[in-house]
């Protein structure tokens, strides 16, 4: 896995995740199993698309997840919209 993605859960991050740390994570994913940094203008879309599903997911998961010794995570009201 790539090794710029860190942990985004507590105790490993002792904040809540912001939407940027979250950005910066399906980024790097998406990075590297695309193979490409940056992709070409044709793969753009496709490539800003599974960043943003990622993120979703990358969201998803770490709000449903309960953490000994920890509350659970609120869900903020942008995360609500679809």
């Not at 912001?18 to 490409?36: N, P």
């Amino acid at each position: 896995m790539c090794r710029s993605i860190k942990t985004l859960r507590p105790p490993v991050l002792p904040t809540e995740a912001t939407e940027e740390d979250i950005h910066a994570a399906a980024l790097q994913y998406v990075r590297k199993v695309s193979g490409f940094r940056a992709p070409a203008a044709h793969n753009r879309e496709v490539f800003d698309a599974a960043v943003a599903a990622v993120a979703r997911a990358t969201a998803e998961l770490l709000g449903g997840l309960e953490v000994r010794g920890h509350a659970p995570r609120a869900v903020t009201e942008t995360e609500e919209r679809p």
